[in-house]
C-alpha cells in the first residue's frame, strides 16, 4: 500500500490544481467577454451615431423640400449643401438627390424641367416596362451629370425600398447596391435610404388619402468611408467588424473592417448585436483585434496549473529520488552516444559531399574546356554554370520545409550534377508531393545516385522513371534509375559510403527497399518508399 502513496499524492494534487486553473480560467475568459462586450457596444453606438448624423441631414433636406412645396431647384439645392460643407462634415455620404415621381408616358414635363434646371437636354433612361418612373433629377454635393435622369424603379433591389418608402412616411434602405455603377463608372459597395416627398399637388394613386407625393428624397453611403469614419476616429477601438444586411447566414455582406480578428481571442469572444436602419435589420458582428487587452492575463490559470503539477511532481519525485537518478544517468549515457554517433556520421557526410562536389566541378570543368573555343569562352560557360549549382542549391535550401514536387526536387538534385540544361525525356511519371522528411531523403538518395552516374555512366543513356501504387488508403511510390550505354556493369567488390548512406536512407529512414540489377547495358536501381495514407 505503501508503495502507491507517490501516485496517489501526485493524482490528489494534481487534480486539485487543474481544477483551480480550470476555474481560473474561465473566470479570466468571462471577464474578456464582458469587457469585449462593452468595447463592441461603443463600436455599434459609434456607427449608430454616425448613421443618425446622415440621415439627419436627409431630414432636413426633406424640411426644405416640404418647406417649399417641392420647388426646389438646381442652384438652390447646391447653395443648401455648399453652406453645410457635406463632403468635410458627413464622410461616407456621398450625396442626397431627389427622384421625381411619374406615371410612364409622361416623361415629357420631368425632361423640360431637367433642362431648364442643367442647360441641356438629359433623357430618362434606361427603358423600362414599370407602370411608374423616378428619375434622379437633383443630386449633391458630388453631382453626376451622367446619372441625373436615371431611373431608379428600373433597378429590382432600389425599386423595392422605393416601393417600401412611398408606403409611409418613414425612411426605408436597400441592401448592398453598387453605388456609381449605373452611371457607366466602377461600382462602389453602399446603400441607399429613401423618404418620400408629400406636397399640395401630385401625381394621383401614389400615396395614402390626405397625401400627395411627387417624389423621393434619398441618401447614398458608401459603406467603407461611412463604417471606416465611425469606427476609426480615437480612441481606435480594438474591433473587427462584419456588417451584414439581414442575418450572416443570408450572405449579404455589407462591410468588414480591414483589421484581422486577433489569433488569441478573435475566435473566442465573438459579439452579435442588431440594429435596424432604414426599416432594415442589420447585423453587426464584432470581434477583437490583436490590440485587444483582457483585464486579467491568461497566465495566471497556466502559472497557476503549471505550479500545482510542479508541486505534485515534486511530492511524487520524493518517493523515487534515487531510481530518477539512475534513469536520468542513463539516458544521458544514451544520448551521449547517440550525439557522438550521430556527429561521426555527419563528418562522414561532409567529407563525402565536399569529395563528390570537388568531383562534379572538376568534371564540369572538363566537360566545358572539351566544348569550348578559346579561354574567355571557357571562363563565361563554366562561371554560369558554377551560378547554376549555386542558384539550384539556394532553392533547395530555401525549400526544405515546405512539400516539394518529385519532378522539382529531380530537377534540383540532376541539374547540380549535370548542369541545368537536362536531357529531354530524362523524367517521367506523375505529380508526387512529398513531405519534409521524404524530401530530405530522397534528395541526398538523387544526389549520390547523380554523382556515381557523372563518375561511371554516360548521362545521355539515364532515365528516371516512377508510378504511385496503392493498397486500400497506402500509396507507395516505386522508383526507377536507369543506365544504359554502360557494357561490362557488374557489382563492385567493395561497398562505397555512397552506396551505404543510400541505403541506409531508404531502409531506415523512409523504412522503404532498394534493388540493383547489374544488367550487361547497364545498372538498373528500383526504389520504393512509403507515400502514407491517400485522402478518402
Avoid: C
Avoid at 406 to 431: K, Q, R, Y
Avoid at 474 to 494: A, C, K, T
Amino acid at each position: 500500500m505503501r508503495r502507491f502513496l507517490p501516485a496517489a499524492a501526485f493524482l490528489s494534487v494534481a487534480l486539485a490544481s487543474l481544477v483551480m486553473a480550470g476555474y481560473a480560467y474561465f473566470a479570466v475568459h468571462e471577464a474578456a467577454r464582458i469587457k469585449f462586450e462593452g468595447t463592441a457596444d461603443e463600436a455599434l453606438n459609434r456607427i449608430e451615431g454616425r448613421l443618425e448624423i446622415h440621415l439627419a441631414l436627409l431630414d432636413a433636406t426633406h424640411a426644405l423640400f416640404q418647406a417649399r412645396d417641392g420647388q426646389v431647384s438646381r442652384m438652390a439645392f447646391k447653395t443648401f449643401f455648399d453652406a453645410l460643407d457635406v463632403e468635410k462634415s458627413f464622410t461616407g455620404l456621398r450625396g442626397i438627390g431627389f427622384l421625381r415621381l411619374v406615371k410612364t408616358g409622361d416623361e415629357a414635363v420631368v425632361v423640360r424641367d431637367m433642362e431648364r434646371d442643367h442647360g441641356r437636354i438629359l433623357p430618362i433612361q434606361p427603358d423600362t416596362d414599370q407602370a411608374w418612373r423616378t428619375p434622379v433629377t437633383l443630386f449633391q454635393p458630388r453631382e453626376n451629370i451622367a446619372g441625373i435622369g436615371y431611373d431608379m424603379f428600373t433597378d429590382p433591389a432600389r425599386r423595392a425600398a422605393i416601393e417600401k418608402a412611398m408606403g409611409d412616411e418613414g425612411t426605408w434602405a436597400t441592401g448592398l447596391v453598387q453605388i456609381g455603377e449605373a452611371m457607366g463608372g466602377p461600382g462602389v459597395p453602399g446603400f441607399l435610404v429613401f423618404k418620400r416627398l408629400n406636397v399640395g399637388s401630385a401625381p394621383s394613386g401614389t400615396a395614402p388619402p390626405g397625401a400627395a407625393t411627387i417624389g423621393l428624397l434619398f441618401a447614398s453611403f458608401r459603406s467603407a468611408e461611412l463604417f471606416n469614419s465611425a469606427l476609426g476616429r480615437a480612441p481606435l477601438l480594438p474591433v473587427a467588424a462584419e456588417i451584414f444586411v439581414g442575418t450572416p447566414e443570408d450572405g449579404n455582406l455589407l462591410f468588414r473592417t480591414e483589421a484581422p480578428p486577433g489569433t488569441v481571442h478573435g475566435a473566442d469572444l465573438p459579439v452579435t448585436r442588431q440594429t435596424v436602419v432604414g426599416g432594415r435589420q442589420w447585423t453587426v458582428v464584432f470581434r477583437p483585434t490583436s490590440a485587444f487587452e483582457p483585464p486579467t492575463s491568461l497566465a495566471v490559470p497556466l502559472m497557476l496549473g503549471t505550479f500545482g503539477l510542479l508541486l505534485a511532481t515534486a511530492i511524487a519525485a520524493a518517493a523515487r529520488l534515487q531510481a530518477k537518478a539512475y534513469e536520468a544517468a542513463r539516458a544521458l549515457q544514451q544520448a551521449t552516444e547517440k550525439s557522438l554517433l550521430e556527429k561521426d556520421m555527419m563528418l562522414q557526410e561532409m567529407k563525402h559531399r565536399i569529395k563528390n562536389s570537388i568531383t562534379r566541378i572538376m568534371a564540369i570543368a572538363r566537360q566545358t574546356a572539351a566544348g569550348a573555343s578559346d579561354i574567355g569562352q571557357f571562363t563565361t560557360t563554366f562561371g554560369a554554370r558554377l551560378q547554376a549549382m549555386a542558384a539550384s542549391q539556394d532553392v533547395l535550401t530555401r525549400a526544405r520545409w515546405q512539400k516539394a514536387d518529385l519532378v522539382d526536387l529531380l530537377t534540383i538534385e540532376l541539374g547540380l550534377a549535370f548542369g541545368n540544361e537536362l536531357p529531354p525525356g530524362l523524367m517521367s511519371g506523375p505529380s508526387v508531393r512529398l513531405d519534409e522528411a521524404t524530401t530530405q531523403a530522397l534528395g541526398l538518395t538523387f544526389h549520390e545516385l547523380a554523382t556515381n552516374t557523372l563518375k561511371y555512366a554516360d548521362v545521355s543513356g539515364l532515365r528516371v522513371t516512377w508510378e504511385v501504387l496503392r493498397n486500400g488508403r497506402n500509396r507507395h511510390l516505386h522508383l526507377r534509375w536507369s543506365e544504359s550505354g554502360v557494357p561490362d556493369v557488374s557489382e563492385p567488390e567493395r561497398t562505397g559510403f555512397g552506396t551505404k548512406l543510400i541505403d541506409m536512407t531508404i531502409t531506415r529512414e523512409l523504412h522503404g527497399t532498394i534493388q540493383r540489377h547489374y544488367r550487361p547495358d547497364g545498372l538498373q536501381i528500383e526504389i520504393a518508399v512509403p507515400l502514407g495514407k491517400a485522402k478518402s
